[in-house]
């Protein structure tokens, strides 16, 4: 049985690359799996992977954005991997299922298969805001979500909010906004 470590690293290495920056991360990502048995678990300090996806209703053209409590900025939905994620892909699936509270979302997959889209390396304070930072090495991708979806807001999240690709909050950052072309593009 493969293993979540495992996943990963074949996840990411069967992963094509988009540029230069992305290539590199996923070069740095593969060695901090190789060098980290434990590296997607949240204990692992200084850098975990973490996992994420980005809910788009194509139909609609609108992306689905959470105000995360801890940053205050509005995000893709996703979080740490836990010991029941066979696989990172199934990880953000969860994550999405989760704080969205939309059943039925399913991730965009090449030849059959849920890929990552994007890698995106971040500074957070995962551990509480008196520890030191750490680095969340977080695998996205997108997940459709069925016509006419309807979030449901959950404990994880201040606010919960449809927005068109081209309408997006003010508080959000490059990463998020970069994220939701590609996923605009990858849907069209």
């Known amino acids: 049985m493969t293993t979540l470590h495992d996943d990963a690293v074949q996840a990411l290495?069967?992963?094509t690359v988009s540029d230069a920056d992305q290539a590199q991360l996923r070069l740095d990502y593969l060695a901090h799996l190789a060098e980290q048995p434990e590296g997607l678990w949240r204990s692992c300090l200084p850098?975990?992977?973490t996992a994420s996806a980005l809910v788009v209703d194509p139909a609609a053209g609108r992306v689905l954005l959470t105000l995360h409590p801890k940053v205050g900025i509005w995000l893709q939905m996703g979080g740490h991997c836990e010991p029941g994620d066979r696989t990172l892909a199934e990880a953000a699936l969860r994550e999405a299922t989760e704080e969205s509270g939309i059943a039925g979302l399913r991730l965009l997959t090449v030849d059959g298969r849920p890929v990552?889209?994007?890698?995106?390396?971040?500074q957070v304070r995962c551990t509480g805001k008196d520890q030191p930072e750490n680095t969340h090495l977080d695998v996205q991708y997108i997940a459709l979500a069925p016509a006419g979806a309807e979030e449901m807001i959950s404990e994880e999240s201040l606010d919960l909010r449809w927005f068109a690709y081209d309408s997006l909050p003010e508080l959000t950052d490059v990463s998020v906004r970069d994220l939701v072309a590609l996923g605009e593009k990858l849907t069209a």
């Open 13 to 15: 290495r069967g992963w």
């Open 47 to 49: 850098a975990h992977i």
């Open 116 to 122: 990552p889209v994007k890698l995106d390396r971040h």
